[in-house]
């Protein structure tokens, strides 16, 4: 029992006066600014077993202070523990009211040492949790006495402190005006530090953020199933007090709605039946970032993932693949059932949950040999987050976070130890050969648990096995504002925390992949439409008509490329052929030519002409100076005085293509701009040997094939 103390009440009339008077002066000025700041009903208290574990959860994270200075001595042992809540909602509003004592712990104490609560009374050690936690909730209510309903369950510990502080209401009201007027604040909320008060400003104005389970329901349903209740789609939710939502920039699937809408939704079938998950943004960016970096049948590690709403978002993203999600650190056994019972509800199929902690993890486990991408979430300071019960709550975190939130900041050896944690985890993760990819996803603000970690792991990585190194690479996530392009100047991905989302770290580290490995045309398209580049296209096989094609297609560059090659060849035997034939012309000129020198010389010398040069054609003289070789040949013929040699008709019929050419340049000079077909032909006469043919023209009739429309009669004489 808690007994006072009557030998300590010495206060004279004229000092309760006074206290009568700061207790007033409190009521009306707390009251006055209470309601017309936020403009929100009366409270009137919370049920005993939320006192309970409040009172167990701030003993918990309490803030410790050395012997000499702690008046007020908390015991080690719990109150009597309770049943698991079934409501959700319990639990919410018990961490609720255990960070906000938390945050108000040393006024708290002081008003109860003011007020002479300690050490005026026989309180067990056991107890002090529970009227620190109670004395909050009692001066928030403006010392207005709690409203019990009749079916609710009394606890006797709770009664028994109600009474206590029922009995010191005056003097407790007064202790906390004097605090007022010794800070000079209007409320004891200004007496909180700066960085303390800006979280709770972005709390209370942080919007709602939810995933569309894609498996139960369709985007499109979603939004003809909210305009039916009420809420018209918006670009931006900020500042609007109606029944609004957006879609969100990042995430295509990622619904926002304004704070004060979530006890509407949480009762519509949307969220009851787990089309709509309430979840915080920094979690589907992370899942989205894995799912860009996928291929068709590449699996997933998941490690530190803590909400299973994040491993459902995962595993639903990849449902039309064979992709296979491995989540490990399930250390309890009796989990497994309900979480196989949530999954089911959800749709979710390919979920496989190991048992092993992810230390423990081998990286050459058969089952994880298929494993491309690790998401790696691992435990931080989160300084990032405005609302750390909500964030504890869905993310399953240590209630230690509530302790540096109600500081404003994390000691330096705690972020040293939380660092040092990261850095293994992420090292580990980069010893599994067949990855090609991890994703490291913070809720801090914290360099140290940030870019310092990743700089430090792709340092010290290992590089004794044969593979390729990791390296930072650029975000997957849209960029959408000039802010964010900023903050992800040297490849991270980072979201400052603010009045529209809490804070986030993205990184992204991937290793070439092995040149010997060939991608499939197939996982270049999963992987675009991924990210969104085939929107509106269908992919689908390729019909039996194009397979045609591409097989005619083929044949055809083949037989062209074989019927070229051929022509050459045999061009290059006719001019070797007419070459040869040239030469033995020459030989048999040559010798009438030179016994009639001898027998004739004085001819000679009354005609002085020396013997001229035929000047080949334009086309042959270009063809035999690109062949390159290094013997000419020499292709003039000596014409004998006075006597006409009988020549033999012959057409030369060539196709206009370029040869290859040893010396470009001069092949560019002496080769015709436009192609033409030339024909050489012999002068129009009916001597022995000469053969009628139609293609003699007459004396001064321009040959019509030397137009490039001029066809022949055989297009290729050579053949």
């Not at 083949?558 to 061009?571: L, P």
Request: hydrophobic share 35%; glycine share 4%; charged share 25%.
């Amino acid at each position: 029992m808690l007994n006072s103390t009557d030998d300590l009440e010495f206060e004279t009339a004229e000092n309760i006066e006074e206290i009568s008077q700061l207790s007033a002066l409190e009521l009306c000025d707390a009251s006055s600014s209470e309601q017309s700041s936020t403009g929100t009903p009366e409270k009137t208290g919370y049920p005993d077993s939320v006192y309970v574990t409040a009172a167990n959860v701030f003993r918990g994270i309490r803030i410790e202070k050395s012997p000499e200075k702690a008046l007020i001595k908390y015991g080690s042992e719990p109150l009597q523990s309770l049943p698991q809540y079934e409501d959700e909602s319990l639990q919410r509003l018990s961490y609720e009211l255990a960070f906000s004592t938390l945050k108000y712990q040393d006024i708290l104490e002081s008003i109860l040492i003011d007020s002479y609560i300690f050490p005026s009374t026989t309180i067990p050690d056991h107890l002090s949790s529970l009227i620190v936690v109670m004395l909050y909730d009692f001066q928030d209510r403006k010392f207005q006495n709690r409203v019990i309903t009749d079916n609710e369950e009394s606890i006797a510990e709770v009664q028994e402190v109600e009474n206590l502080l029922n009995s010191f209401k005056t003097k407790l009201a007064a202790a906390l005006a004097r605090c007022r007027i010794k800070h000079d604040a209007l409320s004891i909320y200004q007496i909180l530090p700066e960085e303390v008060r800006k979280q709770e400003l972005r709390a209370s104005t942080l919007p709602l953020y939810a995933w569309i389970n894609t498996c139960k329901i369709s985007p499109e349903n979603v939004f003809s199933n909210l305009k039916k209740k009420g809420y018209n789609r918006v670009q931006s939710v900020l500042h609007i007090d109606g029944k609004v939502f957006a879609v969100d920039q990042h995430c295509c699937d990622v619904l926002i709605f304004p704070s004060h809408l979530k006890s509407d939704l949480i009762n519509t079938d949307l969220f009851k039946e787990y089309k709509l998950i309430f979840q915080d943004k920094s979690r589907s960016l992370a899942v989205h970032s894995v799912r860009a970096l996928l291929n068709m049948d590449d699996d997933i590690l998941m490690v530190n993932t803590g909400s299973w709403y994040t491993v459902a978002h995962m595993s639903i993203l990849t449902s039309s693949n064979t992709t296979k999600v491995f989540v490990c650190g399930v250390q309890s056994q009796a989990k497994d059932p309900d979480l196989k019972k949530l999954f089911t509800k959800m749709g979710c199929k390919n979920i496989e949950i190991l048992p092993e902690t992810f230390v423990n993890l081998e990286s050459k486990d058969h089952r994880l040999q298929k494993v491309k991408v690790i998401l790696l979430l691992p435990r931080c300071s989160g300084l990032g987050v405005s609302n750390p019960v909500e964030f504890i709550l869905n993310e399953h975190e240590d209630a230690d976070l509530l302790k540096d939130h109600s500081q404003g900041g994390t000691s330096e050896d705690k972020l040293l130890a939380l660092a040092q944690q990261q850095y293994e985890q992420l090292i580990h993760a980069m010893k599994f050969a067949k990855a090609q990819a991890v994703v490291y996803c913070t809720c801090s603000v914290y360099s140290q648990e940030n870019e310092a970690v990743v700089k430090k792991a792709l340092e010290f990585q290992d590089q004794g096995i044969k593979i390729q190194p990791y390296r930072v690479s650029p975000p997957v996530l849209p960029l959408c504002s000039l802010k964010e392009i900023h903050l992800s100047t040297d490849k991270f991905f980072r979201m400052e925390p603010s009045e529209i989302t809490n804070g986030c770290f993205l990184s992204i580290l991937t290793r070439e992949r092995d040149p010997s490995e060939t991608v499939s045309v197939k996982d270049v398209l999963a992987r675009a439409a991924a990210k969104g580049l085939l929107d509106g296209m269908e992919l689908g096989k390729s019909s039996k008509r194009e397979k045609k094609k591409k097989k005619s297609k083929t044949a055809l560059t083949k037989s062209c490329t074989t019927e070229s090659n051929g022509i050459q060849m045999k061009i290059a035997e006719y001019l070797n052929r007419e070459t040869k034939a040239a030469s033995q012309t020459d030989t048999l000129l040559t010798k009438p030519a030179a016994s009639q020198k001898n027998s004739t010389p004085s001819a000679a010398v009354a005609n002085p002409r020396k013997p001229q040069k035929a000047s080949p054609g334009p086309l042959v003289s270009s063809v035999m100076k690109n062949a390159g070789s290094s013997r000419p040949c020499n292709y003039s013929r000596h014409r004998p005085e006075g006597r006409v040699i009988p020549l033999k008709p012959v057409e030369i019929m060539l196709p206009p293509v370029m040869l290859p050419s040893s010396s470009p340049q001069a092949s560019r000079s002496q080769l015709p701009t436009q192609h033409f077909y030339y024909r050489w032909v012999a002068p129009k006469t009916s001597g022995p040997g000469y053969l009628p043919t139609s293609s003699i023209y007459k004396r001064g009739e321009k040959p019509k094939e030397n137009l490039p429309s001029a066809r022949l009669g055989h297009p290729r004489p050579w053949l």
